[in-house]
């Protein structure tokens, strides 16, 4: 990244300092507005602006294209949005243009070096555009010669399986249920997508222990919960109108809890943005209870919690578990116990950074609790062994019968607006041959049966040139994926990448012999007389009708592209009438009914206000469709992380001005870092054995098997971590996340676990 001649695959060096300033405590409230309509205005101006935020997530308007938060089933407000909510929509319905002539006055190169946040600000793409081989920079293409140069590379291939076809989270189930259809007929199941990168571990370890790899909660069960875990999530900043959920129940009394080595705004005091004016105070406290774990310290914080459990339930001679519940409708009870009695209270306390005297009083409030949730987010999916760390919280919920009932459950809280919806409509790299025997049956072709490649899978894939075809339906595949020069030579090394995107970002810099970008339609645009659906965190399905004029009359929606390419790509044939479905989404949404549980009656229930909930066993009835119908606990150790002197363990996080790639801008108001992103977080003592001074610029290496990784200036911030953990901001610190280092059996990069050491920054 150092050469100015070649593209940039990482972000670029800062060209502004980041400052550290005055941390903001209380999440929302007047700063959130002022924020709110400030990103707003600038980006689409007043009108605009007040159109937008009335519509956001009502019954008859679109889904706010942030966040997966459900919506109130019954009362909702005039404004059911927040602050980053608002920026995404801002993002999206900006008045900046993206032309023909700006590709035309900047090489690929020149656009590199700017900022990711510069990339993303310049507006939305207007008409599809080719980089072809040995050009330097993007030209116009019409939508026919697009198609024609995308069927003629995957027709050319020597097997379908040599073409990668990743989803990002904000596709419709519309487009999805095309997209994975088009994608198996043309004979492959490499359908790689971001929740590879994100819930997949929640998916796995939930799969196993419960039977359903979703969450078992309702937003009503907020109302009535006792307590609530908020594990390894940051909701005042990426799910911020969670924060209303438990504002409500805080003011019920019910206990709140935090387990994270951040005390995260929001999580302290919160102040609901449709109050702001009336509560003019601190807000109402959040979380009466933060335990301080030490990264990746969950499963041992977890296994703690449970040891007090069974002992004090001996003790009482069977008074604190939920003894009918782990008898009728549970596995693997004793093993449970067995390891937990076997594990040392040394073991915990040093694998949580916990005493014992925090983790009983975690113990005493979930005995004492008769109605618990447990939420949680990337900070336990996102280790080695992020399956396991699901599965411990499932056993935690398990002890106590707290599946299947009101104010109770499992509630991991996803990311993109419908990544849960894009996995429920087929795209997933590893289908089950229930979903193909339907698919074959409904459609007439015999979908291809081996599993397709997941993210990981597909970097390396590309690397070794055993895939030459990227195709990418939104996202940003360059910068969200670990090792970014890794996976820039990957992506580099194919004959053709092609991007269906609404805004520029680096992965369209970094391309393959031939690229495309295919601009699209996003969720706040009028699609023709059409709409789409969405899923969201708790399984409803609802409709999302954008109402803005399209960005440009050259743009597309993401389903009509799927049935352009599907038809070019495979002619006569395919026995599918693409451009029918393409034209009438009910079309459609009569096939996914076919296809997919769940759906009946799909058209008519879509149309009703505030839509319909999947059916969930787990939640509904406590039933659980493992093969044997238990709810199954499982044994797993204290992860062992053995750092040596001066490593530490680093966790890649948001700050609260990005919406993944998407940099909007450079303060973290609520960590108290103003104006720049190149900053690490960690303790005030391990800044000081690293040899180094608060505010001193600084050089990161990653450590695995015997690699190293260097991403250079950083500006060193001390802060309340615990000890030996520090914290830098994603996608700057991807390049430190080694392709091979991710979680057992789900597959995600461990980007909350990477080895680091640091040293003062030296110039190359
Ligand atoms: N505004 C905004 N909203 C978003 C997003 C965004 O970028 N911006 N992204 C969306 C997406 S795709 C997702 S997946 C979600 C992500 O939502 P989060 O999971 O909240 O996002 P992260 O910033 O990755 O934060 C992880 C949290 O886990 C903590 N943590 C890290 N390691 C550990 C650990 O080992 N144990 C525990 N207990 N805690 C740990 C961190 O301190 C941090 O508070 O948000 C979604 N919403
Ligand atoms: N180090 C580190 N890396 C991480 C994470 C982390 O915590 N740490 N988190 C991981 C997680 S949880 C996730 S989900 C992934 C996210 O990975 P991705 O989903 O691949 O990345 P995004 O940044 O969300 O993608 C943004 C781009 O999507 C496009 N886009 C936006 N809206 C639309 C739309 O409606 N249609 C289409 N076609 N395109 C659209 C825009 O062009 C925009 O530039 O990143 C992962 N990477
Ligand atoms: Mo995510």
Redesign the pocket.
Known sequence: MTNPDSVYAEPPPETTEPRLGRREEVASGIPAIVQTLKFGMEAMGAGRTAKLLTTINQKQGFDCP???WPDPDDHRSVAEFCE?GA??VADEATTKRITAKFFADHSLVALSQKSDMWLGKQGRLTEPMVKRAGSDRYEPVSWDDAFALIASHLNALASPNEAIFYTS?RTSNEAAFLYQLFVRQFGTNNLPD?SNM??ESSGVGLGEAIGIGKGTVKLSDFDKANAIFV?????G????RMLSALQAAARRGATIIS????Q?TGMTRFTHPQEVWNLLGAGTQIATHHFP?T????VAFLKGVMKELIEADERTGGAVLNHDFIKEKTEGFDALADDLRQTMWEEIEAGSGLTRAQIQEAALITAGAKRIIFCW????T??KNGVANIASVANLALLGGHIGRPGAGLCP????SN?QGDRTMGIYEKPSAKFLDALQSVFGFDPPREPGYDTVEAIEAMHTGAATVFFGMGGNFLSATPDTSYTAEALSRCDLTVHVSTKLNRAHLVTGKTALILPCLGRTELDRDQFVSVEDSMGVVHASRGGLPPASAHLLSETQIVARMAQATLGAKSPTDWSGYAANYDTLRDCVERVVPGFDDYNKRVREPGGFYLPNKPRDAAQFDTPDGKAHFTVHPIPRHDLLPGQLLL????S?D???TTVYGLDDRYRGVYGGRRVVFAHPDDIREAGLAPEQWADITSHFDSETRTASRFKVVPYALPRRCA?AY?PEANVLVPAKHTADRSNTPAY??VVITLAPHREP
């Open positions: 942030s966040c997966a980053n920026k995404a989270g971001c994100c819930h594990i390894g999530q940051n909701p900043t990426n799910h911020p387990v994270n080595p951040l995260e774990v990264i990746n310290g969950d987010a990337m900070g336990l996102q280790h809280v996803r990311g993109h990544v966790m890649t996080i948001r609260h990005q919406f993944n914290a994603f909350k676990s």
